[in-house]
């Protein structure tokens, strides 16, 4: 069966500040792979999503992901953070004809 | 275009009585999904429709839930005898197809609460 695990329910970073958000998968074959965001009161969001067409995924908002199959990791990354940045961000690995996997979540508090 | 749409955005029920939660997909989608969001259980699957029906409801946590899709369209997820555990924010999703690779969209959620 297909996980996601989170790692770290929280992550602060101050604005202007890396951020990285933690991503490990567990799939018996190529997995697919998304971010969601989820801003308060609001529904998710899709910020990136890994299909095999390129190890490096660009998605909006600045972020990128990272497909290591080596690692079974796909981290999230941005490089400078915003106040705006400030939510709740989901792993998710979605399963042949059914539905999505998602990790726990980690909140991002970003600080001025 | 139009997003995935929910109705009611806030549900307050009293233990024992019977809910209806609707689900307006996005034009076309033939794949749709419900998902239960909680404090202490995450984001969970509830089931799966491709078309009207739904090969996969393996996530509804009693026979006290239902869901129905009619017209390839809107779906409504029935809670029966309302719990208070039950208490969650109901997400739907969409998606082109059922395909790994297609994104789900989704509504902005019915926030349940039984008292």
């Known amino acids: 069966a297909q996980s996601v695990t989170q790692l770290g329910s929280h992550v602060s970073v101050s604005e202007g500040a890396l951020v990285l958000l933690r991503c490990n998968y567990s799939?018996?074959?190529?997995?697919?792979l998304f971010w969601y965001v989820q801003y308060p009161n609001q529904g998710l969001q899709l910020l990136l999503k890994y299909t095999s067409a390129a190890t490096l995924v660009k998605g909006i908002n600045g972020f990128e992901a990272e497909f290591k199959k080596s690692e079974t990791s796909f981290h999230l990354t941005k490089p400078s953070a915003h106040m705006s940045d400030a939510a709740e961000y989901f792993c998710?690995?979605?399963?042949?004809?059914?539905?999505?996997?998602f990790g726990k979540g980690t909140t991002l508090s970003v600080s001025s | 275009g139009a997003g995935v749409s929910q109705s009611p955005s806030n549900k307050v029920t009293e233990k024992g009585k019977d809910v209806e939660l609707r689900c307006d997909p996005i034009s076309g989608h033939t794949a749709l999904y419900w998902y239960r969001q909680s404090l202490g259980q995450g984001l969970e699957f509830l089931i799966y429709?491709?078309?009207?029906?739904?090969?996969?409801k393996s996530g509804l946590p009693s026979d006290r839930f239902s869901a129905e899709r009619t017209g390839g369209s809107v779906s409504t997820l029935t809670i029966q005898r309302t719990q208070q555990e039950d208490s969650a924010v109901y997400l739907c999703?969409?998606?082109?197809?059922?395909?790994?690779?297609?994104?789900?969209?989704f509504g902005p959620g019915t926030r349940l609460t039984v008292t």
């Open positions: 799939s018996s074959v190529p997995p697919y």
């Open positions: 999703a969409s998606s082109t197809t059922g395909g790994e690779g297609y994104e789900q969209y």
């Open positions: 998710a690995v979605k399963q042949a004809g059914t539905a999505l996997i």
């Open positions: 429709f491709q078309g009207n029906s739904a090969p996969d």
